[in-house]
């Protein structure tokens, strides 16, 4: 009992969880930085951002409803690290895995982009509510060429659980190949779901001043940003473990690889958003719907035609 | 102006404080879903009357107020405004002076126009881009700072020649600095050719066609995206541009992705011009004694500015101060096609259409009186093509004469 809870809220749980994601914004800032010639911020850069961010006034607007004002940036917070808690981090099986924890994972991943919305749209202000739109529109491109990638591997493990995903490719390694068209669809749309350049037209600065978040301040944005963070985090680790499972068997040295492969997927996070200019949400739209999608779903109808004729 | 508001339509107010605008400037945008129905464009947040400023000033503390009229091209500026002098006064520069000033002022449109890039592709979300730009611009700052002394301001404009010399050493840096340059800018027009997603960006937005370019009366980039060669150094060479000859670069594409590539192919004349003025820079004064006060007279003068042409205007009665300055910022001229440019197109085109005439708002910004209904009279290309033969012979020019030397 004990140590679920110390499983659950300190290793590799949820101060695990905290503790990675500071680290993974700070290679993610540092490694863009070191792209565009810059020094970049220093290791404690991403805490002391947050701890600043707490200790500021908050400020909600007139129009806007208090309570939900104040409850969104928590909920979706809450929905990442629930999510997180699924995903097999320390050895190959997650602290709670169940039968079905993938789509539940998805689901609960989609929660903060909808928070984003309700944010920009509670905020009753022009560029928030266009941001709102804007993220909402984002949210229709991405979500089925992202949720037929993501269930592709399952259907091929004959499982709907990252863990039992995680055993059948430990047992049978060489099927990953058949899954690389999807785990390159899977991170393109990862990128627009965090809203990272190029797909990052709902906060686009330049035009709409930073989107649904234009009126969140103080420790609300914090919770907010946090939710970022940890969203990059999990998004990551679903990744490393729906494509990239492999696994050794010790569960220290899993962990390692684990490390090794968040890492990896996050430079390739940076380095699609260093290299390319932020496209129109319409250009998303397009990109999406006729080029991701029809390559997730090819790939889904190859791997029920596999399953059927592996005789798995 | 009212506002516009109908059922469904969202009006956007962009400014006078916004993250993609650099200087203060208001653009009510009213909006159909995410396309652009209307733009309605206020300007004059940023007025400083400058002109007012030298009328009341002596012609050498006019010259330090001209320099300031804009923050980037302030070489084009002064150029403008000593030529307006020199002719008044009868003043012949030393051929070297012109040299310099030649070299200065292209070394100004290399800096501006990397600096129009790296703001454009910072207006698209490519900040990377925007990181490289400006990293390379400070090698130009950091010579033209050698020159003049100072980054932006450099004063190396007098009545009547330059105040600076250029050394043989900070020539071969100059010309080492250009090869740098040069490799990198290959790079970055090699990059606007490929680079996906930058091209679905500037490519179809912003669009003013040939007859648009003549109807806004736009100069500059933007008349040259769109076919129409108007570089002042071309079509009325002055200074150096007498003696060497400078190739027009036009594009066809009359979008922002044409005056991106035309920016980008300039930079790139800029430093064959650079390296030629450098070879040929003839030996001599730098400068003439020029008079304190002015003859009667008035003169009109153009300089092609980074961001298209420049016009000064001087009149004198015979006193220290000038009697009137009129300056017309190239921006001024952009401003009228802006809102024709960006309606029609999305809401997320709408800071980098603007960004595309690599606006100048405080150039820009001026009081104007008008008294009575104006005078209401039209000239036609006939007579505006005799009364110009006809001035340049009472400036003792023949244009005929000119002998421009191609390299």
């Given at each position: ?12 749980g ?16 540092k ?61 190959s ?14 689901y ?12 920009g ?16 529109t984002?949210?229709f ?8 990638a ?24 060489l ?7 999807a ?7 990862s ?27 103080g ?32 569960v ?15 430079l ?11 496209i129109?949400i319409?250009?998303t739209?397009k ?6 999608t ?19 | 102006?009212?506002d ?44 400083r ?19 300031r009229?804009?923050?980037i ?10 030529q ?9 520069v ?9 070299i ?5 449109r ?70 740098l ?19 679905a960006?500037?490519?179809g ?18 008349a ?72 009667v ?11 298209g ?31 024709h440019m ?8 709408v ?5 595309a ?51």
């Amino acid at each position: 009992m004990l140590l679920s809870i110390f499983k659950v809220l300190v290793f590799p749980g949820l101060l695990f969880l905290g503790t990675y994601s500071f680290l993974l914004e700070f290679i993610d800032r540092k490694v863009y930085a070191r792209m565009q010639n810059r020094k970049g911020p220093p290791w404690y850069q991403p805490m002391a951002d947050m701890l600043k961010l707490i200790g500021k006034k908050v400020i909600v607007p007139r129009n806007a409803q208090k309570f939900v004002f104040a409850a969104l940036p928590t909920v979706s917070l809450a929905a990442v690290c629930a999510a997180f808690l699924c995903i097999p981090v320390f050895g190959s099986t997650a602290i709670t895995a169940y039968s079905g924890d993938l789509v539940a994972v998805l689901y609960l991943l989609t929660i903060p982009t909808l928070c984003h919305f309700l944010a920009g749209y509670n905020s009753h202000e022009v560029y928030s509510t266009i941001g709102a739109f804007r993220t909402l529109t984002q949210m229709f491109a991405y979500e089925v060429p992202l949720f037929l990638a993501f269930l592709s591997p399952a259907i091929l493990a004959g499982s709907w659980s990252i863990s039992g995903i995680a055993a059948f490719y430990m047992a049978h390694p060489l099927y990953t190949l058949i899954n690389i068209p999807a785990f390159l669809v899977s991170l393109l749309a990862s990128q627009s779901k965090l809203e990272r350049s190029p797909f990052d037209a709902p906060e686009a600065e330049t035009e709409i001043v930073g989107g649904a978040l234009v009126e969140y301040s103080g420790r609300y944005l914090a919770f907010f940003r946090a939710t970022a963070i940890t969203e990059l985090t999990a998004m990551a680790s679903v990744l490393a473990a729906l494509f990239l499972p492999f696994f050794t068997g010790s569960v220290w040295l899993d962990f390692a690889l684990y490390l090794v492969k968040t890492f990896s997927i996050v430079l390739v996070m940076v380095l699609l958003r260093a290299t390319m200019a932020r496209i129109r949400i319409d250009q998303t739209l397009k990109f999406f719907w006729s080029i991701l999608t029809p390559i997730a779903m090819a790939q889904m109808i190859l791997n029920l035609l596999l399953r059927g004729g592996l005789g798995l | 102006m009212s506002d516009y508001r109908e059922k469904n339509k969202v009006v956007v107010q962009i400014g006078p404080q916004h993250p993609s605008l650099k200087e203060p400037g208001s653009f009510k945008i009213t909006l159909d879903g995410e396309k652009v129905e209307r733009a309605v464009i206020e300007i004059g947040y940023n007025h400083r009357g400058i002109e007012k400023a030298c009328e009341s000033r002596n012609y050498i503390q006019a010259l330090y107020i001209i320099e300031r009229v804009c923050g980037i091209c302030s070489h084009a500026h002064t150029s403008c405004f000593c030529q307006a002098f020199e002719e008044i006064a009868g003043l012949e520069v030393p051929r070297r002076a012109h040299y310099i000033r030649g070299i200065v002022g292209e070394l100004e449109r290399l800096h501006s126009h990397l600096l129009w890039l790296g703001v454009a592709s910072h207006e698209i979300g490519f900040d990377t881009l925007f990181m490289y730009t400006w990293r390379d611009r400070e090698l130009v700052l950091d010579l033209l700072a050698r020159i003049g002394g100072n980054r932006v301001n450099y004063g190396v404009n007098t009545y009547g020649g330059v105040r600076r010399d250029l050394e043989p050493e900070l020539m071969q840096d100059i010309l080492t600095v250009c090869d740098l340059l040069e490799e990198k800018l290959k790079y970055y027009a090699d990059l606007a050719l490929t680079e996906t997603t930058l091209i679905a960006r500037l490519r179809g937005i912003g669009t003013l066609l040939p007859e648009d370019v003549r109807k806004y009366s736009a100069v500059g980039p933007v008349a040259r995206a769109a076919g129409i060669m108007d570089d002042v150094r071309i079509t009325e060479p002055y200074g150096v541009f007498r003696e060497i000859a400078v190739n027009g670069i036009t594009d066809d594409h009359c979008d922002v992705y044409g005056r991106t590539l035309v920016r980008v192919k300039e930079m790139l004349e800029a430093i064959r011009l650079i390296r030629i003025m450098v070879k040929e820079i003839p030996d001599g004064p730098i400068s003439v004694r020029p008079p304190r006060k002015l003859p009667v007279g008035e003169s009109l003068s153009r300089v092609e500015a980074p961001r298209g042409e420049d016009i000064h205007y001087i009149r004198s009665n015979g006193g220290e101060s000038p009697d009137r300055v009129r300056v017309r910022a190239p921006s001024e001229a952009n401003w009228h096609g802006m809102s024709h440019m960006l309606e029609g197109f999305q809401l997320a085109d709408v800071p980098i259409i603007i960004a595309a005439i690599d606006p100048c708002y405080s150039c820009t910004d001026r009081a104007i009186h008008l008294i009575g209904d104006g005078i209401n009279q039209l000239t036609d290309w006939a007579q505006i093509r005799a009364l110009s033969i006809e001035q340049y012979k009472a400036r003792g020019i023949d244009p005929g004469s000119i002998k421009i030397r191609e390299f």
